[in-house]
């Protein structure tokens, strides 16, 4: 018990008061008083307590959360620098999820600064906000990169290497579905492109690009039940439960034809004259 509230203590942080139990040990949380239970809300959940359980509540205590909303009340939220020293503050004290809204703050500040025809600029604001616990807005930063990219290859006309290293770049930088879209837009402007075939899972045979479906039929497979088989090992695995079937229903008459031998074996046994098999 005692090493479950401290556990329940060290993860409340952002908290202003104090549960002390009668079994020994304290929370400290945002305390609710109930007719019949004491709830103690923490940082990351909530956790309760009878009320013969508690000894004393502390509503003396202080409080990080307090602290950090007085100091957000002291930052002017225009200035980044600012926000970003409140922000290392709460990070260094644990103050969790109540920091967010002034980490979006932050996020969309930065970008209302940024030039947004400028990639280099965009790629930078993605590593950062990637770095500071942002990761919808780097995705939108990268979005707005590859539309720049997209922009300067049309541009130049239809160019199928540059699309497929767009498309490479795009996959690697956390945008699989426009790395698809670029791959195809690479071999329509160049269908023999093997590199861009290959990243959509084509695959060379008989003198034609083919997807791999295409290419297990041309090899003569078989779609059959989930995999891809031969028509010889098809018609063999369907012989085969076949045959397990004919086995099945054969063994099943031998063992009636047994149980009903052993019946009339006890029929004479007991005396009764028997005129042929009859069936029970």
């Given at each position: ?153 049309a541009a130049a006309g239809p160019n199928a290497e ?43 045979f008989a003198g034609k690009w083919r997807t791999p ?68």
């Amino acid at each position: 018990m005692r090493f479950l509230i401290l556990i329940l203590s060290c993860g409340s942080l952002a908290a202003a008061d104090e549960v002390r139990l009668k079994a020994g040990g304290s929370v400290t949380g945002i305390v609710e008083e109930l007719p019949e239970k004491v709830v103690v809300h923490l940082q990351y959940g909530t956790v309760a307590f009878a009320r013969d359980q508690v000894e004393h509540i502390d509503r003396t205590k202080s409080s990080v959360l307090q602290e950090y909303q007085e100091r957000l009340k002291g930052t002017d939220l225009s200035k980044a620098d600012q926000i970003e020293t409140l922000l290392r503050w709460a990070d260094e004290r644990r103050v969790g999820s109540a920091a967010q809204p002034l980490r979006d703050h932050l996020g969309r500040l930065r970008w209302n600064g940024l030039d947004l025809n400028n990639a280099s600029q965009l790629e930078l604001y993605t590593v950062w906000a990637r770095g500071i616990g942002l990761p919808e807005m780097a995705k939108e930063a990268m979005g707005r990169v590859l539309d720049l990219r997209r922009q300067a290859i049309a541009a130049a006309g239809p160019n199928a290497e540059a699309l497929y290293q767009l498309g490479l770049w795009a996959r690697s930088n956390g945008l699989p579905a426009d790395a698809m879209v670029l791959f195809q837009e690479a071999i329509r402007a160049n269908p023999d492109h093997e590199f861009a075939r290959r990243a959509l899972g084509y695959e060379f045979f008989a003198g034609k690009w083919r997807t791999p479906t295409e290419l297990k039929t041309a090899m003569g497979l078989l779609e059959f039940e989930g995999d891809w088989v031969t028509p010889q090992a098809k018609e063999a695995i369907l012989a085969s439960r076949t045959f397990a079937k004919e086995r099945r229903r054969l063994a099943e008459e031998r063992k009636r034809l047994e149980q009903e031998r052993a019946r009339l074996a006890a029929v004479q046994e007991a005396g009764v004259v028997v005129f042929g098999l009859s069936r029970p």
